[in-house]
């Protein structure tokens, strides 16, 4: 496909033309689609096939260069420039490849490799029986309508279900609240697309999930990184980041955050809360693995102690369904619904409808809750399994929280120590991890990893997390214990 075929301008947007042109060309250089001195198509061709005056290719061109992401050779034309994509040296090629489909939110899974990069649950959990059947039900009761487009906000019947849902966790909206949306994913987008223009300034937790940097980048957004403590967002670098930027809404995840699997404190929802409501930004919840805590606390979500339209809340059923569905819902304050709307239209019209009807019947028929138990169940036996073989595999100075929940820990190495490197090593053994600074926008912490048990069976969780602790010994300078080589360990039952 050409180039040129993936960009897009919008009249109707109040973003210069040539604002939004600079934006997506960047994204092409920094994603590669344009390699470094390759020219850029010639203005006055460029301005006829995207239907624009050649002074919007031209300014796009010059903000190009005025970030040293091009640079033009009079009388020539204008070409992309040489700069490094990633500030840490990549030992290898395949190393530096695998990098760059991490942060394109991909994980590249050799046959042999032990994957504990992946937060994406292996296929021997999803509910397949269950899911033709009820399938089967509503092709028998629907027959042809349940393949029509729906209503933008989505099948009215789920949304009521999505109602009773919710009041589990103590959140009680109005169906037309509710919009469903085809994953967490496209929620954090739309909310891009209804309140991001250029040069907004948005606040993220540090580190924070890589999906939604890229949506607020993709948007041309000034992020403003807040550090995570263990019980949440640091509320005094909130406080004091509010006095000087006004952001258009500040990202968290309240529960088993990624990538730190942290929870927010009681104490600090409701902090955060009264500081969003005092300088008048909304908070946007990110919701997706509230379900799997393994203890006996009920989740409660920001959402439900919400009293003054502050959260825009965004649900997905990825992690704990089946993630090739792509199946979630937004809550959204009264005042955003016309523009959220908007955003869903341009996005893909409409969720499946055939899906939306089917996880209905999931929700009215309670099987629902029969698979999150079951879910719940199977996560909390590997997170054993994980946690057993960390404290017996990984050295004393690596630190790390046990979350009590989620689908990962954060781990921690001693100062001088690169996650990169650590990632290289561990790859060259046949196990993947995620190095903690695809989690930062300035890509600057080099010394946390995060480590899955989500996209690994049961008997290969020890495998791995065996020969990570094997590379961190080896990589640190300490002696492996000749225990890490001749006992082998039993999952716990």
């Known amino acids: 496909m050409d180039k040129k075929m993936s960009i897009y301008l919008d009249n109707n947007l109040s973003t210069p033309l040539y604002i939004q042109l600079f934006i997506q060309l960047k994204n092409l250089i920094v994603e590669g689609v344009f390699q470094p001195n390759e020219k850029l198509p010639p203005i006055r061709k460029l301005a006829q096939q995207l239907g624009v005056n050649t002074i919007t290719v031209v300014n796009a061109y010059k903000k190009l260069e005025s970030e040293g992401l091009a640079y033009s050779i009079v009388g020539s034309g204008t070409y992309v420039a040489s700069f490094n994509r990633h500030e840490q040296p990549l030992p290898h090629l395949q190393e530096s490849e695998h990098l760059r489909m991490m942060e394109k939110g991909q994980v590249q899974v050799g046959e042999d490799t032990i994957n504990l990069a992946s937060t994406t649950?292996?296929?021997?959990?999803?509910?397949?029986?269950?899911?033709?059947?009820?399938?089967?039900?509503?092709?028998?009761?629907?027959?042809?309508?349940a393949f029509g487009y729906h209503q933008i906000q989505g099948y009215q019947p789920l949304r009521e279900s999505i109602c009773n849902y919710l009041k589990t966790f103590s959140i009680d909206v109005l169906t037309d609240d509710v919009h469903v949306i085809s994953g967490a994913q496209q929620g954090i987008d739309i909310i891009s697309k209804a309140l991001i223009e250029y040069g907004d300034c948005v606040f993220v937790e540090s580190p924070t999930y890589r999906g939604a940097l890229e949506a607020f980048k993709s948007r041309g957004a000034k992020i403003i990184e807040i550090p995570m403590q263990e019980d949440g967002i640091d509320l005094d670098t909130l406080k004091n980041a509010l006095s000087t930027y006004h952001p258009k809404f500040i990202y968290v995840m309240p529960y088993f955050q990624n990538p730190t699997g942290y929870s927010y404190s009681h104490a600090k929802k409701i902090g955060i809360l009264k500081i969003a409501r005092e300088h008048k930004t909304f908070i946007v919840e990110d919701d997706s693995l509230s379900e799997l805590s393994f203890t006996d606390e009920r989740p409660l979500p920001l959402k439900a102690l919400d009293k003054h339209q502050t959260v825009i809340y965004i649900k997905s059923f990825s992690k704990i369904f089946m993630p090739g569905l792509r199946l979630g819902f937004m809550i959204v304050p009264e005042t955003l619904r016309g523009r959220v709307?908007?955003?869903?239209?341009?996005?893909?019209?409409?969720?499946?409808?055939?899906?939306?009807?089917?996880?209905?019947?999931?929700?009215?028929?309670?099987?629902?809750?029969?698979?999150?138990?079951?879910?719940?169940?199977?996560?909390?036996?590997r997170?054993?399994?994980?946690?057993?073989?960390?404290?017996?595999?990984?050295?004393?100075?690596?630190?790390?929280?046990?979350?009590?929940?989620?689908?990962?820990?954060?781990?921690?190495?001693?100062?001088?120590?690169?996650?990169?490197?650590?990632?290289?090593r561990c790859l060259k053994k046949g196990v993947l991890i995620t190095p903690g600074s695809l989690f930062y926008h300035q890509n600057h912490d080099i010394r946390h990893f995060r480590l899955s048990f989500a996209a690994v069976n049961s008997e290969k969780i020890q495998a791995g997390v065996k020969t990570v602790g094997k590379v961190l010994y080896e990589y640190l300078g300490e002696n492996v214990s000749s225990e890490l080589h001749t006992k082998e360990y039993s999952p716990l039952l």
């Open 121 to 145: 649950p292996t296929p021997d959990l999803f509910p397949v029986d269950s899911f033709k059947i009820l399938i089967n039900k509503v092709l028998d009761r629907d027959k042809g309508e």
């Open 341 to 381: 709307i908007s955003a869903k239209h341009t996005s893909d019209i409409s969720t499946s409808g055939l899906i939306q009807r089917t996880f209905d019947l999931y929700l009215r028929e309670n099987i629902w809750l029969d698979h999150i138990k079951y879910m719940k169940e199977e996560y909390k036996r």
């Open 383 to 424: 997170y054993e399994i994980f946690l057993q073989a960390v404290e017996k595999s990984f050295p004393k100075n690596v630190k790390y929280k046990a979350p009590d929940g989620g689908l990962h820990i954060w781990f921690e190495l001693p100062p001088g120590y690169s996650d990169q490197e650590l990632y290289a």
